[in-house]
């Protein structure tokens, strides 16, 4: 695991925590460049200024799950152009068409994002090529976590 952060000591608390978990995890000191060597990378800041630009691989993942307001921006508009162009855009809710600021500063159609309830019917055409999930935070996804965590808790008491 690969943890890129603008501070220093969030990324190093991270790792240490990952690596009391068992895990591997190393510190880099640049996002978009460790990203050519990550199948699977997510951005979860609350940013106004974009924190990943880089290309992922053609296999890649990326999840942003932090620029959920249209000001906010996380990752950089050709990036959001090119899963657009190049692969796919998935989005957690069809509200991510009035609140995902980093698809909307991209100047993308948003009616051409696919959504998670699309994936789960497998009401989609999926492409080749990267894959970007956008999520916005709804709440509702909250609530079923919350749920389901709940339901484990009391099943094992």
């Known amino acids: 695991m690969l943890i890129a952060s603008r501070s220093p000591a969030s990324a190093q608390a991270l790792a240490q925590h990952a690596q009391t978990l068992g895990l591997r995890a190393t510190v880099v000191p640049d996002a978009n460049a460790a990203l050519a060597d990550c199948p699977l990378a997510v951005v979860c800041t609350p940013a106004h200024a974009v924190a990943l630009s880089a290309l992922p691989r053609r296999d890649g993942f990326v999840g942003a799950v932090g620029a959920f307001t249209p000001s906010m921006q996380e990752l950089?508009?050709?990036?959001?152009?090119?899963?657009?162009?190049?692969?796919?855009?998935?989005?957690?809710?069809?509200?991510?068409?009035?609140?995902?600021?980093?698809l909307l500063q991209a100047g993308l159609d948003m009616r051409l994002c696919v959504t998670l309830s699309d994936v789960?019917?497998?009401?989609?055409?999926?492409?080749?090529?990267?894959?970007?999930?956008?999520?916005?935070?709804?709440?509702?996804?909250?609530l079923a976590a919350a749920r389901t965590a709940l339901a484990q808790e009391l099943a094992r008491q």
């Open 76 to 102: 950089s508009p050709e990036l959001c152009r090119h899963f657009a162009g190049q692969g796919q855009i998935v989005v957690d809710t069809a509200y991510a068409a009035h609140e995902a600021g980093d």
């Open 120 to 142: 789960m019917r497998g009401d989609f055409e999926k492409t080749a090529g990267p894959v970007l999930f956008k999520s916005c935070g709804w709440a509702g996804w909250d």
